[in-house]
Nanobody
Framework: QVQLVESGGGLVQPGESLRLSCAASGTIFSINAMGWYRQAPGEQRELVATATNGGSTNYADSVKGRFTISRDNTKNMVYLQMNSLKPEDTAVYYC???????????????WGQGTLVTVSS
């Protein structure tokens, strides 16, 4: 059993910053990619940023230069530093991880329960 728990969401004003955290726990042999996705009301879930265990990162064009994803592989955690937040960043942010529970099993995706980020004046 593996679970992801996000934290750090909240209400901020435009231009302010937030840092999201996500911790993976349970039976984990290795983690490949970890990332953040978001879903605004009435919209589909979209990729925000991903990071491989080798350190490669990928960002949505809408957040490049403002958001930074990072990982602590010793703690099975991933972070999203969000700066210069805009009202259009308002969404539920979900953590995702591609995990292998044992050396002889394949990777599978796990999702967190989501954390709400609201950017409003």
């Amino acid at each position: 059993q593996v679970q992801l728990v996000e934290s750090g969401g909240g209400l901020v004003q435009p231009g302010e910053s937030l840092r999201l955290s996500c911790a993976a726990s349970g039976t984990i042999f290795s983690i490949n990619a970890m990332g953040w996705y978001r879903q605004a009301p009435g919209e589909q879930r979209e990729l925000v940023a991903t990071a491989t265990n080798g350190g490669s990162t990928n960002y949505a064009d809408s957040v490049k230069g403002r958001f930074t994803i990072s990982r602590d592989n010793t703690k099975n955690m991933v972070y999203l530093q969000m700066n210069s937040l805009k009202p259009e960043d308002t969404a539920v942010y979900y953590c995702n991880a591609n995990i292998r529970s044992n050396f002889d099993t394949g990777y599978f995706d796990v999702w967190g329960q989501g954390t709400l980020v609201t950017v409003s004046s």
